[in-house]
């Protein structure tokens, strides 16, 4: 099983990206998906989640701005960020708790990271 994280980018502030996060594999089904994020210097942190019934959390420093969504017929999900601010800048990561056939239980299976870069 592979998550693999793309739409990052450089944007200026006030701006939108949307980051798209795709799992691929002999995926029997996918519990919940969430994006996470790491600056410099900081650990890492919840940025949304989305259960497999589509119930979402955002965390308060995305509320109002962020909007995650999923799509199960694809296995994938996005994370649309509008209003940037640099203080968004960081790596994102997608995460989900997948089974396969390889491993009927739900096993977390991050991507690779996609880097946000808000400029003032």
């Known amino acids: 099983v592979q998550l693999q994280a793309s739409g990052g980018g450089l944007v200026q502030a006030g701006g939108f990206l949307r980051l798209s996060c795709a799992a691929s594999?002999?995926?029997?089904?996918?519990?919940?998906m969430a994006w996470y994020r790491q600056a410099p210097g900081n650990q890492r942190e919840l940025v949304a989640a989305?259960?497999?019934?589509?119930?979402?959390t955002v965390a308060d420093s995305g509320k109002g701005r962020f909007t995650i969504s999923r799509d199960n017929a694809k296995n994938t999900v996005a994370l649309q960020m509008n209003s940037l601010k640099p203080e968004d800048t960081a790596v994102y990561y997608c995460?989900?708790?997948?089974?396969?056939?390889?491993?009927?239980?739900?096993?977390?299976?991050w991507g690779q990271g996609t880097l946000v870069t808000v400029s003032s």
């Open positions: 989305i259960t497999d019934s589509g119930t979402t």
């Open positions: 995460k989900g708790e997948v089974a396969s056939v390889y491993n009927i239980n739900y096993v977390s299976y």
């Open positions: 594999g002999k995926i029997i089904g996918i519990n919940d």
